[in-house]
């Protein structure tokens, strides 16, 4: 295996840790340690677990002042999508986190949807390794420069809603009708499917959706679907 350099990463990033083997457990999967049972580092789970709730916390305190007029539902549902495994996994790719896994072979070979998730669970290590190695504040600023920006782009698409209530709700009181939801297609292989699925209004299709699950597909034909019927 070839060694990684984890300078590059603390370059990419900008912080320099005091304990480098904080970041090298950051990256370190549960599968590469099945492989290789004399490297000294753990894997990254406890670290995650810090990371995430450091990133909880100062995406809270984010939201809670740059949005004063939101109630707390609003608040909670905006930083669901914020801090999800989709956001945070492409939050990852953008500073080539992917470079320096540390995985089995077989985790190596999967760039599917469970890749994402590593990805995702990786970034949140991360943040743990940053929190312990170098503090809050560090941490903070690493969450504030990669992971809030992506809020704007959430609030303007509306990202954060439950689309599939909110076209419930507005079929039901408009045109008092329930939606329903059928699959059209399945693409790809087991371990990346992509869905695409039609919202129907009684026998009419209004949208087409699509995602990596039937739920994301489903969200995303209520999404047109609101659009569609001007009830956004």
Same mark, same amino acid.
Not at 109 to 127: F, H, M, T, V, W
């Given at each position: 295996?070839?060694?990684?350099?984890?300078?590059?990463?603390?370059?990419?990033?900008? @912080?320099?840790?005091?304990?480098?083997?904080?970041?090298?457990? +950051?990256?370190?999967?549960?599968?590469?340690?099945?492989?290789?049972?004399?490297?000294?580092?753990?894997?990254?789970?406890?670290?995650?677990?810090? %990371?995430? +709730?450091?990133?909880?916390?100062?995406?809270?305190?984010?939201?809670?002042?740059?949005?004063?007029?939101?109630?707390?539902?609003?608040?909670?549902?905006?930083?669901?999508?914020?801090?999800?495994?989709?956001?945070?996994?492409?939050?990852?790719?953008? @500073?080539?986190?992917?470079?320096?896994?540390?995985?089995?072979? %077989?985790?190596?070979?999967?760039?599917?949807?469970?890749?994402?998730?590593?990805?995702?669970?990786?970034?949140?290590?991360? @943040?743990?390794?940053?929190?312990?190695?170098?503090?809050?504040?560090?941490?903070?600023? *690493?969450?504030?420069?990669?992971?809030? =920006?992506?809020?704007?782009? @959430?609030?303007?698409?509306?990202?954060?809603?439950?689309? &599939?209530?909110?076209?419930?709700?507005?079929?039901?009181?408009?045109?008092?009708?329930? =939606?329903?939801?059928?699959?059209?297609?399945?693409?790809? =292989?087991?371990?990346? &499917?992509?869905?695409?699925?039609?919202? *129907?209004?009684?026998?009419?299709?209004? +949208?087409?959706?699509? %995602?990596?699950?039937?739920?994301?597909?489903?969200?995303?034909?209520?999404?047109?679907?609101?659009?569609?019927?001007?009830?956004?």
């Amino acid at each position: 295996m070839k060694e990684k350099d984890f300078n590059e990463f603390e370059e990419k990033i900008g @912080i320099k840790f005091n304990d480098q083997n904080f970041l090298k457990q +950051a990256f370190t999967h549960r599968s590469f340690l099945n492989e290789n049972k004399n490297f000294k580092s753990g894997h990254n789970e406890r670290l995650e677990f810090l %990371g995430d +709730a450091v990133l909880e916390l100062v995406t809270t305190d984010f939201l809670y002042t740059k949005y004063p007029e939101k109630n707390e539902g609003d608040l909670t549902s905006i930083r669901s999508a914020l801090v999800n495994a989709q956001t945070c996994a492409e939050v990852a790719a953008e @500073i080539k986190v992917n470079d320096f896994l540390l995985l089995s072979r %077989g985790e190596a070979k999967d760039e599917g949807r469970a890749r994402q998730y590593i990805l995702a669970n990786a970034l949140e290590a991360i @943040i743990g390794s940053i929190y312990i190695d170098s503090g809050y504040e560090k941490a903070r600023d *690493f969450i504030l420069k990669y992971i809030t =920006p992506k809020t704007e782009q @959430i609030v303007a698409e509306e990202l954060w809603v439950d689309a &599939k209530s909110k076209f419930q709700e507005k079929a039901q009181d408009i045109e008092s009708i329930t =939606p329903s939801y059928q699959t059209i297609k399945e693409t790809g =292989p087991d371990h990346d &499917k992509k869905f695409t699925v039609g919202v *129907f209004l009684g026998g009419q299709m209004v +949208a087409e959706g699509e %995602g990596e699950s039937k739920q994301d597909a489903e969200q995303d034909a209520a999404r047109k679907a609101l659009k569609e019927r001007g009830w956004s």
